[in-house]
């Protein structure tokens, strides 16, 4: 019997070819004229999963975009791993900025170009790809394997936080291994260790039942513009730290060990300066730019409106302002507590003189954190180490993904990433690309992992 490395080696061509096959789906989630394109995706990914001789293998409805399961479950003793990906895409427009069409994959220089090639379409398949290698050769898996493929995650998972709960016992596993992500460069890996949360308020203002003449009423009552200025600028020194009572409370302090590998990751502030066009950058004192960006919460207003637009002048005193402000939360902050301090906080500070109504936005996540001594990280950083002759930086996402939280409330379980995506492959942009170099050593990867899990 071949080994499992001689077993990638020589099907490459035939998993790029059904790569390919996979790639050509439209299955954008957002545009509900691809919902059957979607659904076709699922398909063909639980079609896959069965030709590589997993069991149980089905499309489950979700009141949304499917999601495909199957499993492997005879490895009595050993953990019960779930490998995580999307089969679902983001839209492509601008249509015309791409160089070949985006569903018509098709491979330039030792890369495959297409909607999805990277995010997560090639990602995904590549698991299945490395499980089929053990099967095929060593006749059984190191550990029991279930899979959770998504058709939701670009439009947020809408249905995963009442979908997941409801098939606890299908799902349950012992940890979650996330095909969804990258790694830092081609020769350095990392492991994402943190994301943080998100929640939001809406503040809608109002005074005079309708815009008035500024000659005719200016100076006798409150501009609600005005009004919610004072309110906003109440939330925040000047600075940048939040003056909302208590919303710093649970945030848990980060130790010295944890600021060390934050720093130890490369940062050029001119880089990062040119990068967004800004001349200079600020934030909460006494902490550097990544830690802002990662593992410090925010208070930034998203939008504004009222009053006059037009070009020239309008010489009047609208009625009503509006604003909605968001949160980046860190572990161990509340969504709903904090969006319940915001509301408290505006009210407190709205001025005498107008009708202030603040209410919190649906969206909203938990921030998300895995134990570094986590056994799925310790595997990871072996395999990882092993095959790139170094240690991963560790590092954290400033932005949420909705799914690791839903997976540890719902499942109990810790979501490890391990994924070969790199940051210049043109995901969610036109020509969308994925390496084949990180197509086979992300096979390689996933074989090392399991029997890393299993061992
Ligand atoms: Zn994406």
């Given at each position: 019997?071949?080994?499992?490395?001689?077993?990638?080696?020589?099907?490459?061509?035939?998993?790029?070819?059904?790569?390919?096959?996979?790639?050509?789906?439209?299955?954008?989630?957002?545009?509900?004229?691809?919902?059957?394109?979607?659904?076709?995706?699922?398909?063909?990914?639980?079609?896959?999963?069965?030709?590589?001789?997993?069991?149980?293998?089905?499309?489950?409805?979700?009141?949304?975009?499917?999601?495909?399961?199957?499993?492997?479950?005879?490895?009595?003793?050993?953990?019960?791993?779930?490998?995580?990906?999307?089969?679902?895409?983001?839209?492509?427009?601008?249509?015309?900025?791409?160089?070949?069409?985006?569903?018509?994959?098709?491979?330039?220089?030792?890369?495959?170009?297409?909607?999805?090639?990277?995010?997560?379409?090639?990602?995904?398949?590549?698991?299945?790809?490395?499980?089929?290698?053990?099967?095929?050769?060593?006749?059984?898996?190191?550990?029991?394997?279930?899979?959770?493929?998504?058709?939701?995650?670009?439009?947020?998972?809408?249905?995963?936080?009442?979908?997941?709960?409801?098939?606890?016992?299908?799902?349950?596993?012992?940890?979650?291994?996330?095909?969804?992500?990258?790694?830092?460069?081609?020769?350095?890996?990392?492991?994402?260790?943190?994301?943080?949360?998100?929640?939001?308020?809406?503040?809608?203002?109002?005074?005079a039942r309708r815009d008035v003449h500024s000659g005719s009423y200016g100076g006798t009552f409150l501009n609600p513009i005005h009004g919610l200025a004072r309110i906003i600028d109440s939330m925040r020194d000047s600075e940048g730290k939040i003056l909302v009572?208590?919303?710093?409370?649970?945030?848990?302090?980060?130790?010295?060990?944890?600021?060390?590998?934050?720093?130890?990751?490369?940062?050029s502030e001119q880089e990062f300066k040119e990068e967004i066009g800004i001349p200079e950058t600020a934030g909460e004192p006494g902490f550097t730019t990544h830690e802002r960006m990662w593992v410090r919460p925010t208070l930034d207003v998203n939008g504004i409106?009222?009053?006059?637009?037009?070009?020239?002048?309008?010489?009047?005193?609208?009625?009503?302002?509006?604003?909605?402000?968001?949160?980046?939360?860190?572990?161990?902050?509340?969504?709903?507590?904090?969006?319940?301090?915001?509301?408290?906080?505006?009210?407190?500070?709205?001025?005498?003189?107008?009708?202030?109504?603040?209410?919190?936005?649906?969206?909203?996540?938990?921030?998300?954190?895995?134990?570094?001594?986590?056994?799925?990280?310790?595997?990871?950083?072996?395999?990882?180490?092993?095959?790139?002759?170094?240690?991963?930086?560790?590092?954290?996402?400033?932005?949420?993904?909705?799914?690791?939280?839903?997976?540890?409330?719902?499942?109990?379980?810790?979501?490890?990433?391990?994924?070969?995506?790199?940051?210049?492959?043109?995901?969610?942009?036109?020509?969308?690309?994925?390496?084949?170099?990180?197509?086979?050593?992300?096979?390689?990867?996933?074989?090392?992992?399991?029997?890393?899990?299993?061992?």
């Amino acid at each position: 019997m071949p080994s499992w490395e001689a077993f990638l080696n020589e099907n490459q061509p035939r998993f790029i070819d059904e790569l390919k096959q996979f790639l050509r789906f439209p299955s954008i989630s957002s545009l509900p004229e691809h919902a059957e394109d979607v659904k076709q995706a699922a398909e063909w990914v639980a079609g896959r999963l069965r030709a590589a001789d997993i069991e149980n293998v089905q499309v489950l409805s979700t009141g949304g975009h499917p999601v495909v399961y199957g499993d492997w479950l005879h490895a009595p003793d050993k953990p019960v791993v779930m490998i995580y990906g999307h089969f679902d895409v983001q839209p492509v427009d601008p249509i015309d900025l791409w160089t070949n069409p985006p569903f018509d994959p098709i491979v330039k220089d030792n890369c495959i170009y297409a909607r999805g090639a990277s995010d997560n379409k090639g990602n995904l398949f590549l698991t299945i790809l490395a499980v089929e290698a053990l099967l095929q050769t060593e006749g059984s898996l190191p550990v029991n394997l279930k899979f959770f493929f998504e058709g939701q995650e670009e439009i947020g998972s809408p249905q995963m936080p009442e979908f997941l709960p409801g098939h606890k016992d299908l799902f349950a596993c012992d940890m979650v291994i996330s095909a969804d992500g990258g790694q830092w460069d081609q020769d350095q890996p990392q492991l994402t260790v943190g994301l943080r949360g998100l929640c939001a308020v809406q503040i809608d203002v109002r005074t005079a039942r309708r815009d008035v003449h500024s000659g005719s009423y200016g100076g006798t009552f409150l501009n609600p513009i005005h009004g919610l200025a004072r309110i906003i600028d109440s939330m925040r020194d000047s600075e940048g730290k939040i003056l909302v009572e208590g919303f710093y409370d649970s945030v848990r302090a980060l130790s010295e060990s944890e600021r060390a590998q934050i720093a130890e990751i490369p940062y050029s502030e001119q880089e990062f300066k040119e990068e967004i066009g800004i001349p200079e950058t600020a934030g909460e004192p006494g902490f550097t730019t990544h830690e802002r960006m990662w593992v410090r919460p925010t208070l930034d207003v998203n939008g504004i409106w009222g009053g006059f637009q037009g070009e020239g002048l309008k010489t009047v005193i609208p009625s009503e302002a509006h604003a909605k402000i968001s949160c980046r939360l860190v572990p161990d902050q509340d969504p709903g507590k904090i969006a319940d301090r915001l509301v408290a906080h505006v009210k407190r500070y709205a001025p005498t003189g107008i009708a202030v109504e603040v209410k919190p936005v649906e969206s909203k996540a938990d921030p998300y954190l895995i134990p570094l001594d986590h056994a799925g990280n310790k595997a990871a950083v072996a395999v990882l180490k092993a095959l790139y002759g170094k240690d991963p930086y560790y590092i954290r996402k400033g932005f949420t993904i909705p799914v690791c939280g839903i997976l540890l409330s719902a499942l109990g379980a810790h979501t490890v990433n391990f994924a070969f995506s790199l940051k210049d492959e043109n995901i969610h942009a036109p020509d969308e690309f994925f390496r084949l170099r990180s197509f086979e050593l992300g096979q390689r990867a996933y074989c090392m992992l399991l029997h890393e899990l299993g061992g």
